[in-house]
């Protein structure tokens, strides 16, 4: 790092830290503090929630997966592209959610089941929130340790200081300083200005680092690799572990089942301007990773040939070295990526990949600390104290509530090894919660015949089989570490049968995506079964449409239809009478762009099908795989630079339109998220 690099660092902080200071002001009320006073527009929501959503420990989790499952694993993402259209333009789950005007996803709970279940799901969504939030900081501080290649102590005085713990006060305590000055107003802002930084950081980053490394040695290299382990052609992948075919078909699952079911960036789902704005939003959302999923498809790829290629054996000899000094195997995995652009990257861009970094830390661990925080204060602690509180206490608490799972997670980050690729150990703790919460969000939405006692039991049989998982991955790390099973503990069961136990679950345990797939299976069927039942005995019709807030409980402002009738073409594309001409050219786009991708995916998957049935096999068309990953790239390149600036100008006047609405708003301080039972949804006497 040269002193240009740490000048780009400093000033990138200031900026984010000169906007919180602005904007705290237009925060008063606990609406404000949760949801922005609902008066975000699509293209901030999207940008902002874009980089809340990434977080530097999910670039380094990328770069971490990347590497081991190489381009294959985006053909299969290409599978996706249809599906999360479906779920995007239709307003799938998160439109309906809006209209319930809910502040968290738990109240909306209360209101379609009953306030103990509020709890219930509050209390499993914290619990599981802090125990995934807690490698945050850990990742994210080790990044920059390696990356910015720091010592092990600073020196204050006399004093020896760890250099681990004070990088995670840094960010942790910046987080927390931006949700207690301006709760979510604040954090949409500066995500947005994050965001918009780190995107342009993203598409300059690939360009340069591709024309760096040369697409020769790409190709040189990635034809190296044995048969079963091909980092270009996903048909013939059979040997790759974790990563693979099983991996992306439960994602394709999760993204209509577990569709709003992850908790850690609610604020963001309550905080459009309308349903209809969010629902907006969200196809947005769909342009916006087109450019991030370049950089975290292409980027490890250049790692691995950088590693792997003769012409480079120097500096890959040099990142080895200093990944050998690193004594735990999974943080050895996750350090390779940032040691080996460390090594690559020229003066300038070096700092700014840092103030990348150092935005997309700030900008999850803010985002992450606000959900968390305003979920244990909303949907358990009110509910069990059964009456609101004055605003005055209720802001005081919920900022308490951020300063406590702030210490909870740096306690946490301290102490805890971890024992598998991030995105497993997210699969694993994520399914906690969002392995049950989907069938009970899609049954509250879309039925009127799903019931409390359904909710119930989907929820209790989620928690027990996902907890069982992540108490036997603990099991796994124990053993691996110790060689001893289950932690030590004496062998009640007689002589080596728990370590027996202990090597059998080292070898066949799902992964955390398995255990998520399995939870999502099962908590469906049993939400359906119990429900129905329950219907047979005593059929109770739940009123959606209050709920909803449709017909005579609509509330005025929140609908932006015209009441004009849609012709069945438009309604076929997910189009309502909310839709202006923007809007339509906008679904079209959309729709033609991921429709085209699928076509290549379908016509590609049905041609190497079909070579497999054939003498001629799959595996003699990695030149051509090559030839279609590199036009990929410039194809992605061109459209994000685009999007850039669209999203640049729209964010910014969405910016400045909040602020402007928040500015003369008078706030109702009733609208704190309270159910009272003269308004809780839930008429029949399902609980």
């Known amino acids: 790092m040269t002193i240009l ?106 209101r379609r089941y009953s306030r103990r279940f509020r709890i219930f799901a509050g209390s499993v969504a914290f619990g599981a929130g802090l125990i995934n939030f807690g490698i945050f900081p850990a990742v994210e501080a080790r990044f920059f ?79 190296q690799t044995p048969p079963g382990l091909s980092k270009i052609n996903p048909f013939d992948t059979s040997y790759v572990k974790d990563f693979n075919v099983t ?136 509910p069990l104290r059964r009456k609101p509180l004055a605003p005055a206490a209720h802001m005081l608490t919920l900022r308490l509530s951020v300063v406590f799972v702030a210490l909870f997670t740096f306690i946490f980050a301290l102490f805890y090894k971890q024992s598998q690729a991030i995105l497993l150990f997210f699969a694993l703790t994520g399914a906690i919660f969002a392995g049950w919460s989907g069938a009970v969000i899609i049954g509250g939405l879309y039925t009127k015949w799903g019931t409390t006692a359904g909710a119930w039991a989907a929820g209790i049989s989620g928690v027990t089989l996902t907890m069982t998982g992540f108490v036997l991955e ?79 409980h609509a509330v005025p402002g929140e609908f932006e239809g015209t009441g004009l009738a849609v012709s069945r073409g438009w309604r076929a594309l997910g189009i309502t009478d909310e839709f202006g001409r923007r809007d339509k050219i906008l679904y079209l786009a959309t729709w033609g762009w991921n429709l085209a991708w699928m076509l290549v995916f379908a016509v590609g998957t049905i041609f190497f099908l079909t070579r497999r049935l054939t003498a001629h096999g799959w595996t003699g068309y990695d030149r051509q795989w090559l030839h279609f990953w590199h036009t990929r790239f410039w194809i992605e390149l061109v459209v994000s630079s685009l999007v850039m600036v669209w999203f640049t100008v729209g964010g910014a006047k969405d910016v400045r339109r909040m602020l402007r609405e928040l500015k003369s708003r008078t706030r109702d301080d009733s609208d704190d998220g309270y159910v009272h039972e003269e308004k809780a949804g839930e008429r029949g006497g399902n609980d």
């Open 5 to 110: 690099d740490w000048l780009i660092l400093l000033v990138m902080y200031c900026v984010i830290m000169g906007s919180m200071l602005f904007t705290r002001q237009h925060m008063r009320g606990v609406a404000d503090y949760l949801a922005a006073g609902r008066s975000a527009g699509r293209y901030l929501l999207t940008v902002s929630a874009g980089i809340a959503a990434v977080g530097a420990i999910t670039i380094v989790a990328n770069l971490e997966m990347g590497y081991e499952a190489g381009f294959a694993m985006g053909w299969w993402g290409l599978s996706m592209s249809l599906f999360m259209t479906l779920v995007t333009v239709t307003g799938w789950v998160n439109y309906r959610f809006r209209r319930t005007r809910a502040l968290t996803l738990s109240e909306f709970f209360e």
């Open 145 to 223: 340790i390696h990356y910015l290649n720091l010592p092990e102590f600073w020196h204050l005085g006399p004093l020896a200081v760890p250099m681990y713990p004070t990088i995670m006060f840094i960010t942790l305590g910046s987080a927390v300083w931006f949700v207690l000055s301006g709760g979510h107003v604040s954090v949409l802002v500066t995500d947005f200005i994050q965001g918009v930084f780190a995107y342009v950081v993203f598409l300059v980053m690939a360009a340069w680092l591709l024309q760096k490394v040369g697409w020769d040695d790409v190709s040189t290299v990635m034809l």
């Open 247 to 382: 991996y992306f078909l439960i994602g394709v699952i999760g993204l209509f089942y577990g569709a709003m079911s992850w908790q850690g960036t609610q604020a963001y789902n309550t905080s459009a301007r309308s349903a209809h704005e969010g629902k907006m939003g969200n196809v947005l959302g769909l342009w916006r990773g087109i450019g991030q999923g370049m950089f975290m498809t292409f980027v490890p790829i250049l790692i691995y040939t950088v590693l792997h290629h003769p012409d480079w054996k120097p500096l890959a000899d040099g990142v080895q070295v200093q990944l050998d000094a690193i004594p735990n195997e999974a943080v050895r995995s996750q350090m390779r990526g940032p040691l080996t652009l460390s090594a690559l990257l020229p003066t300038g861009l070096m700092g700014a990949f840092a103030a990348l970094m150092l935005c997309a830390s700030i900008s999850t661990l803010n985002t992450y600390m606000h959900s968390w925080s305003s979920i244990f204060v909303q949907d358990v602690l009110i």
């Open 474 to 552: 603990q099991a796994k790390r124990s053993w691996r570490e110790t060689g001893t099973a289950f932690w030590g503990l004496v062998d009640f069961a007689g002589p080596g049968r728990a370590e027996a136990w202990a090597a059998w679950v080292e070898h066949h345990l799902p992964n955390g995506q398995e255990i998520w797939g399995w939870s999502m299976w099962v908590c469906a069927l049993t939400y359906v079964a119990v429900s129905l039942s329950q219907q047979l005995v005593r059929r109770r019709v739940f009123d959606l449409d209050r709920l909803l807030h449709r017909g005579p």
